[in-house]
């Protein structure tokens, strides 16, 4: 039965419902009926009513009515009555007479409906003196006639005897029972997170894409929920086709029943309709008659939209029934008229022409492969995948059909479908491809490798030949050579080493004319920015400034990549989170992954600390979820840099250690390399310079920024500050002049704060310090605010070394307030310790003797704070006193500026500070 799915997910209100009632018999007697579509889980409650029924002491009688027994007399009153029959016989004689005769017990002459309805009471009463009755019925629209006089004649006198009836029936059919004045219970299809509940509870390793079409389709029909999943295995269609699935047996049954009295016209418009898919009336007013459409809206199969001209389906899987109960015939003829009505859109006219496909045809192979590109685009990746295997079937020769399967299969690997491609591209390998097939078959063969065990040195190796040995004329302009390129470039990024990066250089210097627009600022920007980067800025920023009109989403992504190394993820942050959305809602995750990547880093850059661990905590779970956990570590990363900077030092050493246990293995040296950065954060927020330095030199020696490791970028303030402060100014200089030969304030304002950071703390001239402090002045750097608040900390901290504390004041107050802002604790403590040190104390709290009602120090000092808009935590942790202490200090505060609430603060405090002192 299906109760237990019932009762825990979503019936509350039906089953509360049905307690009353149960209450209500025990009493005096009482009905019901319960109503709704099929497959909503009527029967499902009636289940739950008999068990509860049971439970409370009740008997418990039931019936079913059944359209193959409709004809049958008393059928449904025999299943009802037949545990009662040793009661029957001890009815009196004419009563028993009766029953037995009606229900098929005896023989004799037909007794009259009236005397058979009285004895069916008088048992039903006599019984009911033992123990409360109750009569559950089910399908009481397919009732035989005769059971519902007898029925009826009960349910309209139960009342004042501790008879009840509950019977059930689909909505829109009529009943048996006058309804007057009973109480109906309408089973409703249940609420979106009541059918999630029930989907995971049911399938718990249901993909994320797969559960967001079941629950689309399903629209809250339990028992579509329960079903549809076995349908639903196959690869995804194109939005034209998601809503016609295939039925099983029950739902089948379920919904045929609506569709079998229309006309075949009818039906046929239907079936249009359904594989048409936009609903739009002047679509198919070109291919049909439209009166034919009057019996399906008076039955409610459909409704009409006179003011926007559309036809809408009252339930998806009704189409499933109608494409079910349609001949191979009729589904090619309609595709073949709807083909011909949409010569305007070759995506859905390519896809209805492979439906209508009775075998082999080159061209529509053709325009399902156009199809797969243009959907791939827009980032869904398996509708690009079903369209290629569709393609392929239709594919006039081997070598064609191969090479679309081989594309599949990349774009399948690169999506994180590794089941998935991994057959595709052994089909693709039972014959011989062309040199496009050869390239995505390498592709994704190697990225399956670096997603499963295998190690990157095999999988750059085997790219690497497969590109070297194509017959491709090394033509930039070829699609499969460009995307073999753009995985290479990963492949080289990941193993980290000048050989990796020489084999790469050299085969892009190979393209004729040129590489892309795209590879060739990735193959300057991202390698070895340090070196190739400021002279692809020009065409970095034409790039940017290109996405606003940018449709294909895998260009705005890898121009989000490209922007990486010289901080210009800012500018793509709409478009990340664009990708981050589609991902969400059922896109392609590799791109979501990507821009997840992207957001995490400019968010740690710029203070987005928040942000940057919740999205880096969700993109793992994608990872799972999707199968690329290849890029998991990436995220770890992201965590753990947050988890240095807020002082959870343990947690950011045991993510980085994650990193490098998996990293090493298998040859990705850049992520192991990229481990160093936690580390050295995680060691300065500990006050241990020499394991900071230690670390920071890891990555990158001192006056040196190695090649090939772009992430060095990320270390150069932590290797001079740390140098410093361990008594190696040699090495600290070095490093400066490596930073300042190399010219890297020219890549980004980030670069220029970093250089001028480490020049102020290793140079002991006034124009270093003049230059640090013109650039923390200057807007563009207000964005880096980890990094500006920290060298503001450390040039503060040589400043009052050097006796000057004024100016030290004001950097340290910068500073506190930026990683007050972060929740950066163990920089915030040394910025506000190093703040006392330079003797500094509030201003409002210099007035506590001009006239602010007598406010102490620390009183004005908490009064100033929360005017500024500071929650009392926000308080507390700046003050180093608990939060309730800052409570008890509002307290007797507010009563002293003659004030009620917080929000009297400023004015109060305005009002009485010396004009000098406002503001």
């Known amino acids: 039965m299906t109760s237990s799915h019932e009762l825990l997910f979503g019936r509350e209100r039906e089953l509360a419902c049905i307690g009353r009632f149960l209450e209500s018999v025990q009493r005096d007697g009482d009905v019901r009926l319960v109503h709704g579509e099929p497959g909503v889980g009527k029967s499902a409650l009636l289940d739950a009513a008999a068990d509860l029924g049971e439970a409370a002491g009740l008997q418990v009688l039931r019936a079913s009515g059944s359209e193959f027994e409709a004809d049958v007399s008393y059928s449904s009153l025999n299943q009802l009555l037949l545990p009662l029959y040793a009661e029957i016989r001890r009815l009196p004689p004419a009563l028993r007479d009766a029953l037995t005769v009606a229900l098929g017990f005896g023989s004799g002459p037909t007794p009259a409906a009236l005397l058979v309805c009285n004895a069916a009471r008088s048992l039903l009463t006599t019984v ?122 029950r739902l089948q049954a379920g919904f045929a029943h609506r569709i079998a009295g229309l006309p075949e016209p009818s039906r046929l418009l239907l079936l249009l309709a359904t594989f048409e898919g936009s609903g739009e009336l002047r679509v198919l007013r070109g291919m049909t008659d439209l009166t034919h459409l009057a019996p399906a809206e008076r039955t409610q199969l459909v409704r009409v939209d006179d003011a926007t001209g559309r036809i809408t389906f009252r339930h998806p899987l009704i189409q499933s029934a109608i494409v ?22 070759p995506e859905r006219r390519s896809w209805h022409l492979a439906a209508a496909a009775a075998g082999p045809d080159e061209a529509v192979a053709a325009e399902l492969e156009r199809a797969a590109h243009r959907v791939m685009q827009r980032g869904d990746a398996l509708a690009a995948i079903a369209a290629l295997m569709r393609a392929a079937e239709l594919s006039a020769t081997p070598q064609s059909s191969a090479r679309r399967l081989a594309q599949a299969a990349y774009i399948g690997a690169e999506a994180g479908g590794s089941g998935d491609a991994t057959t595709l591209l052994a089909r693709s390998r039972q014959t011989s491809v062309d040199a496009a097939g050869a390239l995505h078959a390498a592709g994704a063969a190697a990225l399956l490798m670096i997603n499963g065990d295998g190690d990157v040195h095999t999988a750059h190796r085997l790219l690497a030949g497969a590109i070297e040995t194509g017959e491709h004329g090394w033509r930039a302009d070829d699609a499969a050579l460009d995307e073999a390129m753009h995985t290479l470039l990963l492949l080289s990024w990941y193993a980290g080493s000048p050989e990796h990066w020489a084999v790469f250089d050299r085969l892009l210097g190979m393209l004729r004319p040129g590489p892309s627009d795209i590879l060739s600022v990735l193959s300057r920007t991202f390698p070895d920015p340090v070196r190739t ?211 890297v304030a020219a890549l980004s304002s980030r670069m220029t704060l970093l250089q001028h950071g480490v020049d102020a703390l290793v140079l002991d001239s006034d124009d270093a310090g003049a230059r640090l402090t013109q650039t923390l002045d200057d807007p563009a750097t207000e964005r880096w605010l980890f990094e500006a608040s920290r060298i503001r900390l450390a040039y503060a901290e040589k400043l009052r070394r050097h006796r000057d504390p004024s100016a030290a004041r004001t950097h340290l107050l910068a500073a506190r307030d930026g990683f007050a802002a972060m929740g950066a604790e163990p920089w915030l403590a040394r910025a506000t310790a190093e703040l006392r040190a330079t003797g500094y104390r509030p201003v409002v709290a210099e007035q506590s003797t001009v006239g602010l009602a007598g406010l102490t120090s620390q009183e004005l000092e908490i009064a100033g704070l929360a005017a500024g808009g500071l929650t009392n935590k926000q308080i507390a942790e700046r003050l180093y006193i608990s939060h309730r202490t800052v409570g008890a200090h509002l307290y007797r505060i507010f009563p002293k500026l003659g004030i009620t609430a917080r929000a009297g603060l400023r004015d109060a405090l305005s009002a009485q500070l010396p004009e000098q002192q406002r503001g």
Request: with cysteine; charged share 25%; proline share 5%.
């Open 533 to 743: 980067g400021a002279a692809a800025l020009p065409d970095l920023e034409a790039l940017i400034a290109s996405l606003p009109e940018e449709e294909d989403l895998t260009r705005a992504m890898r121009i989000g990549t490209a922007s990486v190394y010289l901080d210009r993820l800012g500018e793509n942050r709409e478009y990340s989170w664009r990708l981050v959305r589609q991902g969400r809602d059922g896109g392609a995750p590799r791109r979501q992954l990507a821009a997840m990547m992207h957001l995490c880093l400019d968010g740690f850059l710029t203070g987005r600390w928040d942000e940057t661990e919740a999205l880096a905590v969700e993109a793992q779970q994608v990872c799972g979820d999707s199968g690329l956990v290849f890029l998991t570590w990436y995220f770890l990363y992201n965590r753990a840099i947050v988890a240095a900077g807020r002082g959870r030092s343990g947690e950011a050493f045991e993510l980085a250690d994650e990193i490098t246990h998996w990293a090493l293995p298998r040859g990705v040296a850049g992520a192991a390399a990229i481990a160093h950065h936690p580390r050295t954060l995680a060691a300065a927020a500990q006050g241990d310079f020499e394991s900071a330095y230690r670390h920071a030199a890891a990555s990158s020696s001192p006056g040196v920024l190695a090649r090939y490791v772009p992430n060095c970028t990320y270390l150069m303030f932590d290797l001079v500050e740390a140098a410093v402060r361990t008594g190696r100014m040699t090495e600290a200089r070095a490093h400066a002049d490596a930073m300042r030969e190399a010219d």
């Open 324 to 345: 079910a109960s349609s001949t191979h015939e009729e589904r090619r003829r309609a595709h073949l008229a709807i083909a011909g009505a949409l010569p305007g859109d």
């Open 128 to 249: 009911a003196k033992k123990a409360p009755v109750l009569l559950i019925v089910d399908d009481v629209q397919w009732v035989d006639r005769s059971s519902a006089v007898a029925l009826g004649f009960i349910a309209r006198r139960v009342a004042r005897s501790p008879v009840g009836v509950i019977a059930a029936f689909r909505t829109g059919t009529e009943t048996f029972l006058d309804r007057r004045g009973l109480t109906e219970v309408a089973v409703e299809p249940l609420s979106t997170e009541a059918s999630t509940r029930l989907v995971d509870s049911h399938f718990p390793t249901m993909a994320p894409r797969s559960r967001r079409r079941l629950l689309d389709l399903a629209r809250g029909n339990p028992l579509a929920l329960v079903e549809l999943p076995a349908t639903l295995a196959g690869p995804a269609q194109p939005s034209t086709f998601t809503d016609v699935v295939p039925l099983s047996d």
